[in-house]
């Protein structure tokens, strides 16, 4: 069964950077797109980054653009976000989530349990 | 970009019972809608995309149905599990966003 596991998160001061890691399982990960969607602590769900299964087609949320980089890396099944200039806006559990298709196109089908970032000085 | 709005915001329904989910998009999106599942302390969960087909393992309980802006999930025969927040989401144009939210307790 598809398995994602998010790791990387913690606490961070503003302006510093993290990067956040996805670890894939259960399906051919390199077929898909995938996204990344956060949550702040009692809010709703935004999404974040979506990066095609080659990694050449991604797009970003307005609040993060220029800071965020989606990233994968087929060989090791593994799915990145590097956060950069962090500001205490995004603070957040960061979930990995796989679409149905290879573009990131077709809808959310999966998702992992998520990690939390805090950005606090 | 697209706004999702969600209605009602909140409901409070009884074990048995049918409870709708509205859900509107601000220009049309065929059917790129999905929906999600999320209890307290939990991951979301994939229900339904395409606007009406449901992800593998999903209860037929649950349907969706709409086209464009007009979209909504029916829970029939509501279970003690079902009790949780449910998110649609358009995912015709970039950004993906999502609506905020509508949560259903126990009456």
């Known amino acids: 069964q598809v398995q994602l596991v998010e790791s990387g998160g913690g606490v961070v001061q503003p302006g510093r950077s993290l990067r956040l890691s996805c670890a894939a399982s259960g399906f051919t990960f390199s077929s898909y797109g995938m996204h990344w969607v956060r949550q702040a602590p009692g809010r709703g769900l935004e999404w974040v980054a979506v990066l095609a299964y080659g990694g050449h087609n991604e797009y970003y949320a307005n609040s993060v653009k220029g800071r965020f980089t989606i990233s994968r890396d087929n060989a090791k099944n593994t799915l990145y976000l590097q956060m950069n200039s962090l500001r205490a806006e995004d603070t957040a559990f960061y979930f990995c989530?796989?679409?149905?298709?290879?573009?990131?196109?077709?809808?959310?089908?999966?998702w992992g349990q998520g990690t939390l970032v805090t950005v606090s000085s | 970009d697209i706004q999702m709005t969600q209605s009602p915001s909140s409901l409070s329904a009884s074990v048995g019972d049918r409870v709708t989910i509205t859900c509107r998009a601000s220009?049309?999106?065929?059917?790129?809608l999905a929906w999600f599942q999320q209890k307290p302390g939990e991951a979301p969960k994939s229900l339904i995309f395409?606007?009406?087909t449901l992800q593998s393992g999903v209860p037929s309980r649950f349907s969706g149905s709409g086209s464009e802006t007009d979209f909504t999930l029916t829970i029939s025969n509501l279970q003690p599990e079902d009790f949780a927040t449910y998110y649609c989401q358009q995912y015709d144009r970039y950004p993906p966003s999502f609506g905020p939210g509508t949560k259903v307790d126990i009456k």
């Open positions: 220009r049309g999106i065929s059917n790129y």
């Open positions: 395409a606007a009406s």
């Open positions: 989530a796989k679409d149905h298709g290879v573009n990131g196109d077709r809808g959310i089908d999966n």
